[in-house]
């Protein structure tokens, strides 16, 4: 009789997967937390190479440089990280990093038609735009149906053609000593406000993972979508919240970006996407399988490429050695990533 009723065996089948999300939550909240260990020992090891070859690599001032460097890096690879954790991926990152900060700083000047708004409302502007490409990015996966690589990749295109536009390919140069000196005066020595921002960026990104409903939501979407959707989840929803967020994200380090180089550059974050998934995967996220992934590790993972760059550099190494090398990096860990799960 059971099998005549549609409506029994829906909430039968929508039982069986609260069950099942429920009884995953333990593994997600390991998931979350584990997987930094193995980057973090890479870590260590590196710096003690770099510290062994270079004597100014363990200086106060290189440190504080490696954080300057990975701050836009890390904003941009967080956002990331929820992307991958429900199972998609963005290569829009960099270009919408740089269309909202484009408009931020066509917005805040009166050079070549801009308005000359406050740089506070401009600002405000920019991380609504970068909100607002990640919530594009987002219909089109959940309502045109496209898959996540093909949909990031025309609004990559889109948004790099759109952050020319704005100023016919030009750089906005110029902002108030007030908003440049977010990334060059450090607080109590050491902590610029751009650097603080990573670090709430990060503190909050951990919280909610670790311990918000919304957190687990996430990992039961990419561990099965369908399963997700089975036991009541929003899927489509989460997922466009999702990437709304990693929008941004992109945005809030465009205004970084800005405030570090004194100009809005339309060329900005050419190749964010690809440091942005590395920092992931190295950190512990897995592009084969969703539900897998955490801050911390992502941390570890763009902290791995600052230290690579900037030990290298010191290195007297050239940068297109280090690109082999950092690729390597990323095969390596994939690898012994893969591994791990075929034996788990």
Known sequence: ???????????????????????????????????????????????????????????????????????????????????????????????????????????????????????????????????????????????????????????????????????GGFQVVGFPDEFTNLAVVRHFGFLSVTVATFLVVVVAGFLYLRFRTGGRILCAIGGSNEVARLAGIAVKKWTVIVYAACGVLCGVAGTAMAARLNSAQPSAGMGAELDAIAAAVIGGASLSYGGVGGVLGTVVGVLIIGVLHNGLNLMGIGAFWQQVVIGAVIAVAVTIDTLGRKRG
């Not at 039968?12 to 193995?38: C, D, N, W």
Request: proline fraction near 5%; aromatic fraction near 8%; charged fraction near 10%.
């Open 1 to 167: 009789m059971s099998s005549l009723n549609p409506a029994a065996n829906r909430e039968r089948s929508s039982m069986e997967a609260s069950v099942e999300i429920a009884a995953a939550k333990p593994k997600i909240r390991f998931r979350l937390t584990s997987g930094v260990q193995g980057p973090l020992i890479g870590l260590v090891v590196l710096c003690l190479l770099f510290g062994w070859q270079s004597p100014y690599f363990f200086q106060v001032r290189n440190w504080l440089n490696i954080l300057d460097q990975v701050t836009m890096a890390g904003i941009v690879a967080i956002g990331m990280t929820l992307v991958i954790i429900i199972g998609g991926i963005d290569l829009s990152v960099g270009s919408t990093l740089a269309f909202s900060m484009m408009v931020m700083g066509w917005l805040s000047h009166t050079e070549r038609g801009g308005p000359g708004w406050p740089l506070w409302l401009s600002i405000l502007a920019g991380l609504v735009t970068g909100g607002a490409c990640g919530t594009v990015t987002g219909f089109l996966i959940t309502v045109t149906k496209l898959p996540p690589f093909i949909a990031t990749l025309a609004m990559m295109s889109i948004l790099r053609g759109l952050a020319n536009v704005i100023t």
